[in-house]
């Protein structure tokens, strides 16, 4: 049924005609997501426009933004709310990559028991290792694209010599780490190398020192760290790979990882 732009509805005529409860709609409008007006009796009045806020709350809280981000993601420019949308797929793809792999490994078990006639323990290790291989990489994974949006934000919020700053300081690590090579990583320069990679980093990223080098050790030595761009345009994608030449040698990256890793050990 039609309604005119101008249309009200009373709370429970509001929840029947959006799917909602009377409950959610009290909840929203604690959380400040759903401002209705009130009559002089003081009743809640919902306007077509209240249908259309709503409309966009219960998607974006379906594909797992949180409650308490969507004023701000509702208020975000086009372009940051293709973000969001890019974030909450990346998420819903890597749950549905795991769910596959799960499924497969399953499929593959049932397959060798239908042709052995029997399941031993060696059959479920290997759905158990297959499982929590694709759930550590999707767990990095995450993490990974966590990093990535902080850092978009805190270098967004720099001036243009302030990040040409921080790169200098980033260069002149790599540089020292390279010089550092056939040290100990877990010997005094190496956990000096460390302990600046980690103050660089909590420039650049909301988060504790454990849980940056963590995940910096944790990465899965399979993970192919092209896949963190892979929604990208070519010409964004070289672009990155441009500005991230410096730091993408494989020896330094490793030595930065041992380094790390010792760091926590003995903390």
């Keep these: 049924m039609s309604k005119s732009h101008d249309a009200t509805y009373r709370a429970a005529e509001f929840a029947a005609l959006a799917g909602v409860t009377v409950r959610a709609l009290r909840h929203y409008e604690r959380l400040g997501l759903l401002r209705p007006r009130r009559t002089a009796a003081g009743y809640r009045v919902y306007t077509d426009r209240d249908l259309q806020v ?71 290790k290997r759905i158990i290792d297959v499982i929590e291989m694709r759930q550590n990489h999707e767990n990095w994974r995450e993490q990974a694209y966590e990093l990535i949006e902080q850092k978009r934000v805190r270098l967004s919020a720099m001036s243009s010599d302030e990040r040409d ?21 877990a010997g005094p320069r190496g956990q000096a190398l460390a302990a600046r990679y980690i103050e660089l980093g909590r420039q650049m990223a909301d988060t504790t020192d454990e849980k940056l080098a963590g995940h910096v050790t944790a990465k899965p030595a399979s993970f192919d760290p092209d896949t963190l761009l892979e929604e990208l345009s070519d010409e964004q994608r070289a672009k990155i790979k441009r500005a991230l030449a410096p730091f993408s040698d494989p020896r330094e990256r490793d030595f930065i990882r041992r380094a790390l890793a010792a760091r926590s050990e003995t903390r």
């Design 54 to 124: 709503l409309e966009q709350i219960v998607v974006l809280k379906f594909i797992g933004v949180r409650l308490k981000q969507i004023p701000l993601v509702r208020t975000e420019a086009p372009a940051d709310l293709a973000h969001v949308f890019f974030r909450q797929r990346q998420t819903l793809e890597a749950r549905r990559r795991l769910l596959s792999s799960t499924i497969e490994a399953i499929a593959t078990a049932e397959q060798s028991v239908r042709m052995t006639g029997r399941a031993d323990a060696t059959l479920f």
């Design 165 to 185: 700053a921080l790169r200098q300081r980033w260069l002149v690590l790599f540089a020292d780490i390279r010089a550092a090579l056939d040290d100990d990583p």
